[in-house]
């Protein structure tokens, strides 16, 4: 079963930029939909950002213009840059592939801290 590992994370200034990765442990060609999700302290995990296999994106409101996602299928390797970063995007980012028969699978999350 493929695994996923996030990088990336750290501190911030508001208005700064950061890149998250999420390394796949096999190939991500195969998988349709891959995305990031956020958990930040006393909230829900929320949806962030997602990409087909065919390059299609979608995000939520909060972030669009602002994250962009991608992923390349040749280094199974998907990213999350994050500019002009808020105070309120600071959480726990996690990525999530969702694979065959129903299964998701989810990296351990790397933490994103957004000073003022």
């Known amino acids: 079963q493929v695994q996923l590992v996030e990088s990336g994370g750290g501190l911030v200034q508001a208005g700064g930029s950061l890149r998250l990765s999420c390394a796949a442990s096999?190939?991500?060609?195969?998988?349709?939909?891959m995305g990031w999700y956020r958990q930040a302290p006393g909230k829900q995990r929320e949806f962030v950002a997602r990409?087909?296999?065919?390059?299609?994106?979608n995000y939520v409101d909060s972030v669009k213009g602002r994250f962009s996602i991608s992923r390349d299928n040749g280094k199974n390797t998907m990213y999350l840059q994050m500019n002009s970063l808020k105070p309120e995007d600071t959480a726990v980012y996690y990525c999530?592939?969702?694979?065959?028969?129903?299964?998701?699978?989810w990296g351990q999350g790397t933490l994103v801290t957004v000073s003022s």
């Open positions: 999530n592939a969702d694979l065959r028969f129903g299964l998701r699978i």
């Open positions: 096999g190939s991500i060609a195969g998988i349709n939909l």
């Open positions: 990409i087909s296999s065919g390059g299609s994106t």
